[in-house]
T-cell receptor, first 112, second 117 residues
Framework: AQSVTQLGSHVSVSEGALVLLRCNYSSSVPPYLFWYVQYPNQGLQLLLKYTTGATLVKGINGFEAEFKKSETSFHLTKPSAHMSDAAEYFCAVSDYFNKFYFGSGTKLNVKP | ETGVTQTPRHLVMGMTNKKSLKCEQHLGHNAMYWYKQSAKKPLELMFVYNFKEQTENNSVPSRFSPECPNSSHLFLHLHTLQPEDSALYLC????????????????FGNGTRLTVT
């Protein structure tokens, strides 16, 4: 079974500052990787997904994630945080049998 | 519009009640899922259906009874629940559960917020 670790259950940044949300996975082969965002009282919305061959993945709302095989990481970044980015972010991995494994989530707080 | 619609959005029920949650997807997918999201706990996969057949039941108590009449609809029937069952119940769908379509994500509904009193 795979596992997904998100370092930091809460991250707080100032508006305009860099956002960095960390995700590490355990896998002996490159899995499929995803980031989801969840706003209050809503479901999980796909932010971006890893496509084989492209290590830097661009998603919606200005977010990006970089796949680093050597570090088994898929960290999420955004150069400049906006108040509307405040939400909970989930990293997920799926295996070749389409089974999904989710991290515990990181709540992003954006301070004015 | 997420493509996956869940009703009701909110539900309050007593421990002796019987209620049902409904999920409908308009994406042409063949796999559907129920997840439970509780405060301060990881997302928990409850059930998986693929082409209307249940393929996973992750040791879910029998007071939760899923039903999948076709690939577009999924129900979760609830009876004699406990207060600890209060949570956000999320439905999701994907093209297929067995054959991994290349990096195909799960598509989630907005959930049903269940409160058991």
């Amino acid at each position: 079974a795979q596992s997904v670790t998100q370092l930091g259950s809460h991250v707080s940044v100032s508006e305009g500052a860099l956002v960095l949300l960390r995700c590490n996975y355990s896998s002996s082969v490159p899995p499929y990787l995803f980031w989801y965002v969840q706003y209050p009282n809503q479901g999980l919305q796909l932010l971006l997904k890893y496509t084989t061959g492209a290590t830097l993945v661009k998603g919606i709302n200005g977010f990006e994630a970089e796949f680093k095989k050597s570090e088994t990481s898929f960290h999420l970044t955004k150069p400049s945080a906006h108040m509307s980015d405040a939400a909970e972010y989930f990293c997920a991995v799926s295996d070749y049998f389409n089974k999904f494994y989710f991290g515990s989530g990181t709540k992003l707080n954006v301070k004015p | 519009e997420t493509g996956v619609t869940q009703t009701p959005r909110h539900l309050v029920m007593g421990m002796t009640n019987k209620k049902s949650l409904k999920c409908e997807q308009h994406l042409g997918h063949n796999a559907m899922y129920w997840y439970k999201q509780s405060a301060k706990k990881p997302l928990e996969l409850m059930f998986v259906y693929n082409f209307k057949e249940q393929t996973e039941n992750n040791s879910v108590p029998s007071r939760f009874s899923p039903e999948c009449p076709n690939s577009s609809h999924l129900f979760l029937h609830l009876h004699t629940l406990q207060p600890e069952d209060s949570a956000l119940y999320l439905c999701a769908s994907s093209p297929d559960r067995v054959i991994a379509v290349t990096n195909s994500p799960l598509h989630f509904g907005n959930g049903t917020r269940l409160t058991v009193t």
